[in-house]
Nanobody, 127 residues
Framework: QVPLVESGGGLVQAGGSLRLSCAPSGRTFRNYVMGWFRQAPGKEREFVAA????????YYADSVKGRFTISRDNAKNTMYLQMNSLKPEDTAVYYCAADSMLWRTTLVVSTTSYNYWGQGTQVTVSS
């Protein structure tokens, strides 16, 4: 059973917006750090954004800062990634991830810091 399930991907024109959702499947990730990563064809998976359980701490890749917003609704046990001003270079499969790590920016940006992953959702931005 996949521990996390992403939704909300799709095809959008450049300049448009999408909101991705990530919800646990069969368990809770209370007090876990959660993040979003993406992987474009032929490229390595890269960090997008991360947040603590409370939402007090957030961190973004420079490439999405000011355009993307990560948030959590703990009552719904769901994490979101609001993506605005989308660019063709944002095209990728987007994955959510979770782990019970301490909040350190050097840790949250690394794929190896996360033990729980979703299967991904495709985001395609046309020019």
């Amino acid at each position: 059973q996949v521990p996390l399930v992403e939704s909300g991907g799709g095809l959008v024109q450049a300049g448009g917006s999408l909101r991705l959702s990530c919800a646990p499947s069969g368990r809770t990730f209370r007090n876990y750090v959660m993040g979003w990563f993406r992987q474009a064809p032929g490229k390595e998976r890269e960090f997008v954004a991360a947040t603590t359980w409370s939402g007090t701490n957030t961190y973004y890749a420079d490439s999405v800062k000011g355009r993307f917003t990560i948030s959590r609704d703990n009552a719904k046990n769901t994490m979101y990634l609001q993506m605005n001003s989308l660019k063709p270079e944002d095209t990728a499969v987007y994955y959510c991830a979770a782990d019970s790590m301490l909040w350190r920016t050097t840790l949250v940006v690394s794929t190896t810091s996360y033990n729980y992953w979703g299967q991904g959702t495709q985001v395609t931005v046309s020019s």
